[in-house]
């Protein structure tokens, strides 16, 4: 009797209120592990001397107490939707959090750092945590969990955790465009391949590590972002053909050494999820989705600012939830929960591959 209560409290929970979250009854997720850059960050840029943070107003803005945790969004961000539709938890916590509590550790962190990439030189330039160091920070957390919870139950964990890794735009945005080195180096074609390289390099190294379901984010239509638009959309803002066309190249290259690397990886799944149709299926039908706003940012003039330059100082929208983006260059809470949403189904049929 009390089993059966259990799971059934389990399975409710699991399911949440709106039923919506597509978790297979017989799948169970112990917690969700993340890297890569701010989409992912809960707040681990708030321990680096780099300019690149968002832990002041109006950042968490609509965030439990309206608090600036370090998320460069005004409220939730990616893994914190992706933790609930897995059933794992509300928050996904940052792991340089020095408060950070054992049961948080045992239900899942974020290594991810805003501004980094694949590229080891785009978090140089930016100051912030590169994928490598991620890599070692993740090798730390393995043996914390394995102090605190044994080594069979630790390895359970990891074996049933779902890793998220989300990087590219700013080796392509900030790295190749702005700064002259990688593209004295190389051509688009040329800088994608090597980021897929070094995708694939770092997919191999967790797996190493024991991940065993891992989702990968494909680039967004790079030309969409508001900043983009400002630099070089005109006076009409219009979508920059030329980057979404590298964001739709470096996709396809990624797609086709994931799929080759899933299937070279025994009881693995390796999944990408789509990070350009989804948007721009917003961006050209917002009233569909509840939107109003896609060219620009809610926060200042919506048109350039981000992380320091998005202060106490700018003025903010009178609705973020009518806005796809938060700044210049991130989605809001709102943005970030329609877009989980339209590809959670297929995420889940992947990643349990019922
Ligand atoms: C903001 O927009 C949302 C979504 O359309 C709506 O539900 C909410 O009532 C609006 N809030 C205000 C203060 O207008």
């Not at 949440?16 to 960050?41: E, H, K, Q, R």
């Not at 792991?95 to 049961?103: A, G, H, R």
């Not at 102090?147 to 890793?163: L, M, P, R, W």
């Not at 700018?314 to 949403?341: A, M, Q, V």
Request: aromatic share 12%; glycine share 8%; charged share 20%.
């Amino acid at each position: 009797m009390k089993v059966i209560l259990i799971c059934l409290v389990a399975s409710l929970y699991i399911h949440g209120n709106d039923g919506t979250t597509y978790l297979p009854d017989d799948a169970f997720v112990p917690a969700i592990i993340a890297f890569g850059d701010s989409l992912l960050d809960p707040g681990n840029n708030n321990y680096l001397k780099t300019l690149t943070k968002a832990n002041f107003p109006p950042y968490g803005k609509d965030f439990l107490g309206g608090k600036p945790t370090g998320r460069f969004t005004n409220g939730k961000t990616l893994g914190d939707f992706l933790a609930k539709a897995l059933g794992v938890k509300e928050y996904l916590p940052a792991y340089l959090d020095p408060l950070i509590k054992d049961n948080d550790l045992l239900t899942g962190v974020s290594f991810a750092s805003g501004g980094t990439g694949y590229d080891p030189l785009t978090s140089k330039l930016a100051g912030v945590i590169p994928l490598s160091l991620q890599l070692e920070m993740f090798k730390q957390y393995i043996l914390k969990i394995k102090a605190k919870a044994g080594e069979e139950a630790a390895k359970n964990i990891i074996t049933n955790s779902v890793f998220f890794v989300s990087a590219n735009s700013n080796d392509f945005l900030t790295n190749y465009y702005v700064f002259p080195i990688r593209r004295l180096q190389y051509d688009v074609p040329g800088y994608g391949n090597k980021l897929v390289k070094l995708a694939v390099d770092f997919i191999q190294e967790i797996h190493k590590l024991g991940a065993r379901r891992i989702v990968v984010f494909s680039a967004p239509p790079y030309g969409c972002i508001p900043i983009e638009r400002t630099i070089a959309g005109g006076v009409n803002r219009r979508c920059i053909d030329k980057y979404n066309k590298v964001a739709q190249m470096f996709n396809g290259m990624l797609k086709q050494e994931i799929q080759f690397l899933a299937s070279s990886l025994p009881e693995t799944r390796v999944v990408l999820a789509d990070f350009y149709n989804p948007l721009i299926s917003i961006i050209e039908n917002p009233q569909q989705y509840g939107l109003e706003v896609t060219d620009k940012g809610c926060c200042g003039t919506g048109k350039i600012e981000m992380s320091f330059t998005c202060n106490k100082l700018s003025k903010i929208c009178r609705n973020d939830s009518k806005f796809l983006f938060w700044d210049s260059l991130h989605p809001t809470e709102k943005g970030c929960n329609i877009y989980i949403n339209l590809i959670l189904p297929d995420l889940m049929k992947s990643l349990f591959r019922y």
